[in-house]
């Protein structure tokens, strides 16, 4: 930086022979220091200062390079003494001091002085004592005063070779005396800055002026330092010769000045409040900074006239020691006050601050943070904390919260309460200390989670107090964070939800269990076959699903009644649990379908093992009311992966298998194969054929005879129905009427029937001397959801047929509910001339009491009664009961089955009147009935049994 320095008077360059010494002196009087040397008298021991060179102002008396006194006339005893000491010591440091110079009129200069001995070890020191010797020459003795100068020196010819330099000089270019004499700076300089002094010094050559720099140059080493220069033109005789300079080395004052500019700057600009509070009384601020004027409201010299009890609005004056003891320990302390603003409000302060001791004065230097804000949140913290607190102890949930370590912090009263352990001693145990091993554990699993994953989570946990009564109780786990979002505890509230869980549980339960026998339903069965195929698809198990079905329930149910057959379902339901192991789930689909998971087996014979165990469950009798019933079972198997994959295929294979265990005589199991899909798929296609059926002609009826066992004649038949089906040939009547049933088909087909044995029997009638009456068999569905006796009276009329050729055969169920309907249908017939006849009597359940009350003409004794009566004593005597009870009523018995003479002629013996079977024949066509013999048999009295 260059400072405005040209200046009107160039110096002249002395015209002696001495030529640069005397150039010398000039330089030495351009400097704005006094030079001067020290001498002390030995005898004497006084100092003596002798002026040489520079600024005179300083010193009380006219430059005069002669001048010398003694140093106390003009410098106080005091201050004289201690140079004295300085110099009669061994110090090698420079001493710095300030002096108070006594000018002649008495006023008094304070300045600095500075005293360096001479680095040769003489008696010689900046400004110091001159060797008597040495005076005679003076440019020596300038050249050593140069020398032990800081600052550089140097003087330049008109081509800017260096004629003249000093030591520091020398030190700062790292040149040697001879190295520079005579050379150009370029020699020893960065090109850039000799360059910039050429310009310099060509510029106050050509004005013949001086000039004065300040700012940074560098040398060859890469050092940069700060200068103050000053350079002036040499001129003689009118012409500028060369030109002297020299550059005060500022690096460190302006270190210093830049930082203490900046702590100054940095005080100025704290958010903080800063005093200086001096202890001089009164206690008074000496110094404010900004941040201060500003939070309390006064000017910054109003602070600093004012004692510090006035800004005092609590615990100011009255916590920072005023004895400054703690000045020595410099100690740091910290409180918190009050300051009273100028607007008379308060602002809560932290004070952080130390005792100081500076020039023998006791400071406090505090620095007051505002801290509104931090006692507002507080405040707020406080207030959050004691409505927490309120609601946790009056809270019905219980509340606790747990440290990062599971450890407990707090617990409320509820808490207390419900896991009946007291707050003190709650606090710092862990879940596993509270709830036991096994709850503890997941307890701390969840609390892990919560803090891993630093979201709410719930669970919840059984309890049992101490009297045993036991809990339900939901708990959530909210994590809390710190404002970096790190969790520091787990908020864990509990609710007792034992009254939901009981409902919950009954819902689940009526949901996924039979509300009659107390097993899974069939919404449960279906979740756990899933569980069971995924786990077995996962651990590569091989499982099986098995169906059971009760044979003949149905005749149970309609028979002995609902109450009856809803026993009988809760007593299988029991005895199949019993033998099952306690992994397999026993469901019951509906009614008297229920269903076995066997979610791992070994070998598929266990399971075989297992349903032949299943079925000698049912062998026992089971009692219902005092009553012995018997009961059997159809089971279908199939397993996982052989048959099937999905758990809708194994159902429909199972199903399948137990249908074929039905087919085959019931009372077995089956384990599925394709043929039983097969057979499935053809059910189903029969079943959709059958819509067709009866348009497409395909029903036929065949005739069986019944036979007069007094005479052997025929006396009458059976209508009994076949489908012609194209494909299939004859169809079974057992294997289309339970699917014609099912849907509102057996109508229509019931219809048929009646029509076509109607026709049949009338036109068989028309020349007959003794009527041929026909049974037609009637399904209880039939019957009821049909008008088939408005209906009789019209097929009658179109066939030509009279009531007393027909007879209708229906089942035992269809009396069972002493139905009026259904009696006074049975009369309208009565009255219409048909008759009516019990099929397959002794099968059902019913009470016999129906007899009487219902119009029966007919009991036809079921076959499963006669294949045996010859054989079996005791079916034969229920045979016989039978026929005698009809004999009482006076119904005609007829007896169905029967394949034998023998069977015959027992019968015959017995007093039955009718029978029917393969012995006469089975059902044929129209055509082929005629050419049966009307008569089958010659009764022989003495028939031997
Ligand atoms: N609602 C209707 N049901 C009908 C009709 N036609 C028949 N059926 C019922 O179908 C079941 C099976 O009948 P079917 O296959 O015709 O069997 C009958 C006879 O063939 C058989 N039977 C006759 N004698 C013997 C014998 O000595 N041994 C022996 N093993 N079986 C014999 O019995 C069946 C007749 O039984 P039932 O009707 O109980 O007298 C059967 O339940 C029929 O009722 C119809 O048109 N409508």
């Known amino acids: 930086m260059q ?43 006084l100092v003596q200062m002798r002026y040489l060179a520079g600024a005179s102002l300083l010193l009380p008396f006219k430059s005069s390079s002669n001048f010398c006194q003694d140093l106390n006339a003009f410098i106080p005893d005091t201050e004289s003494s201690q140079i004295t000491d300085w110099l009669m010591g061994d110090a090698t440091f420079p001493l710095c001091m300030e002096v108070s110079i006594c000018h002649a009129n008495q006023t008094r200069y304070v300045t600095k002085l500075i005293l ?39 003087a330049k010819d008109k081509e800017g070779r260096i004629l003249f330099a000093n030591a520091a000089y020398y030190e700062w270019t790292g040149q040697s005396l001879l190295g520079v004499a005579g050379q150009q700076e370029s020699e020893w300089l960065p090109s850039a800055e000799v360059e910039a002094f050429m310009e310099e010094d060509r510029k106050v050559m050509a004005s013949q002026s001086k000039l004065e720099t300040e700012g940074p140059a560098s040398n060859q080493f890469g050092e940069v330092r700060w200068f103050d220069s000053w350079k002036s033109a040499v001129v003689s005789h009118g012409e500028a010769i060369g030109t002297i300079g020299f550059a005060r080395d500022m690096t460190f004052q302006r270190s210093v000045q830049s930082d203490v500019q900046l702590k100054e700057m940095l005080l100025e600009h704290a958010r903080d409040m800063v005093m200086l509070i001096s202890f001089e009384e009164p206690v008074r601020l000496t110094y404010v900074n900004r941040e201060a004027c500003v939070a309390l409201g006064y000017s910054r010299d109003a602070l600093k006239s004012m004692p510090l009890s006035e800004i005092d609005g609590g615990g100011l004056v009255s916590q920072i020691d005023l004895s400054g003891h703690h000045a020595i320990t410099a100690e740091r302390i910290r409180f918190e006050a009050s300051c009273l603003r100028k607007d008379g409000t308060t602002i809560p302060v932290e004070v952080t601050g130390a005792h100081l001791l500076f020039a023998d004065n006791v400071y406090f230097l505090a620095m007051l943070r505002d801290i509104t804000a931090t006692k507002q ?28 370590s599971h450890r407990v912090k707090y617990i409320n009263p509820a808490f207390s309460q419900l896991f009946g352990c007291a707050s003190q001693s709650a606090q710092w145990q862990t879940p596993v200390q509270l709830f036991g091993e096994v709850d503890g554990t997941v307890y701390v699993r969840y609390l892990n989670q919560t803090i891993s994953s630093k979201a709410a989570t719930q669970f919840e946990m059984f309890w049992s107090s101490s009297d045993q009564e036991r809990f339900c109780v939901l708990i959530r786990l909210t994590p809390e964070l710190d404002h970096e979002g ?17 409902y919950r549980q009954k819902v689940h339960h009526l949901a996924f269990f039979d509300n009659l026998t107390g097993l899974p339903n069939r919404a449960m069965f279906q979740d756990s076959l899933s569980q069971m195929l995924h786990e077995s698809a996962q651990y590569q198990r091989q499982s099986a699903v098995m169906l059971i079905d009760l044979d003949l329930f149905k005749e149970v149910n309609d028979t002995l009644g609902h109450p009856v057959g809803d026993q009988l379902l809760c007593q299988v339901a029991n005895r199949l649990k019993s033998k099952l192991r306690s992994n397999d789930l026993v469901a019951r689909l509906g009614g008297d379908e229920f269903a076995v998971l066997f979610p791992e087996i070994i070998h598929k014979d266990d399971v075989a093992v297992l349903a032949s165990k299943l079925l000698a469950a049912f062998e026992a009798p089971f009692w219902i009311g005092g009553r012995e019933m018997f009961m059997t079972g159809s089971v279908g198997i199939a397993y996982y992966p052989d048959d099937a994959t999905s758990s809708e295929d194994l159902v429909r294979y199972a199903d399948a298998a137990m249908y074929a265990a039905k087919r085959a005589g019931r009372n077995s199991f089956r384990c599925y194969n394709s043929e039983m899909t097969r057979l499935a798929n053809e059910r189903l296609a029969l079943e ?26 025929v006396v009458g038949s059976e209508a009994l129905i076949r489908w012609q089906h194209p494909e299939l040939g004859l169809i079974s009547p057992d294997r289309f009427i339970p699917l014609a049933e099912e849907s509102a088909l057996i109508v229509d087909i019931g219809r048929w029937v009646l029509k076509e044995a109607c026709l049949t029997v009338s036109e068989w009638n028309r020349q007959a001397a003794t009527p041929h009456r026909m049974a037609i068999n009637l399904s209880a569905k039939q019957f009821h959801s049909s ?33 009026e309907q259904v009696l006074r249908d049975l009369q309208r017939l009565r009255i219409m001339g048909i008759t009516i006849a019990i099929d397959d009597f002794g099968t059902g359940f019913s009470a016999l009491s129906y007899l009487t009350h219902f119009p029966i003409d007919t009991l036809k004794i079921d076959r499963s009664f ?6 079996d004593p005791y079916k034969a005597g229920l045979v016989r009961a039978m026929i005698s009870m009809a004999d009482c009523l006076g119904q005609t018995v ?52």
């Open 688 to 713: 959709v054929e059958l819509r067709q059926a009866l348009a497409r002609q395909q029903m036929v009826l065949r005739y069986q005879p019944k036979v007069s066992l007094d005479d052997g004649t």
């Open 116 to 154: 360096q001995r001479d680095a040769t070890q003489r008696q010689f020191y900046w400004g110091g004592l001159l060797d008597q010797t040495v005076a005679a020459d003076q440019r020596d003795y300038l050249q050593s005063l140069f020398d032990n100068m800081s600052s550089m020196m140097w």
């Open 787 to 819: 008008s088939l006796v408005d209906e009789i009276p019209a097929i009658l009329e179109i066939t030509n047929c009279q009531p007393d050729w027909i007879e209708l055969e229906i089942t035992e169920s269809l009396l069972l509910h002493e139905d």
């Open 3 to 45: 400072r405005d320095t040209v200046s009107s008077l160039p110096i002249q360059w002395p015209d002696t022979d001495q030529g640069i010494p005397d150039a010398l002196s000039l330089l030495l009087s351009k400097l704005s220091t006094s030079v001067f040397v020290l001498h002390r008298d030995e005898s004497t021991q």
């Open 866 to 871: 006669i294949s045996s009566v010859t054989s």
């Open 894 to 945: 007829v007896a169905e089955g029967v394949e034998d003479m023998d069977q015959a002629m027992y019968l015959r013996q017995n007093g039955c009147q009718i029978a029917q079977g393969y012995l006469f024949g089975k059902a044929v066509s129209k055509a082929e009935f005629e050419q049966l013999p009307t008569k089958f048999f010659v009764p022989q009295d003495d028939y031997v049994l």
């Open 377 to 404: 949140a507080e405040n707020a913290l406080r207030e959050r904390e004691q409505e927490f607190r309120t609601l946790a102890e009056n809270s019905s949930d219980s509340i606790a919260r747990f440290d990062v």
């Open 486 to 502: 790190n969790v520091i505890s787990v908020l864990a509230i509990g609710r007792d939800v034992s009254e939901l869980n009981d």
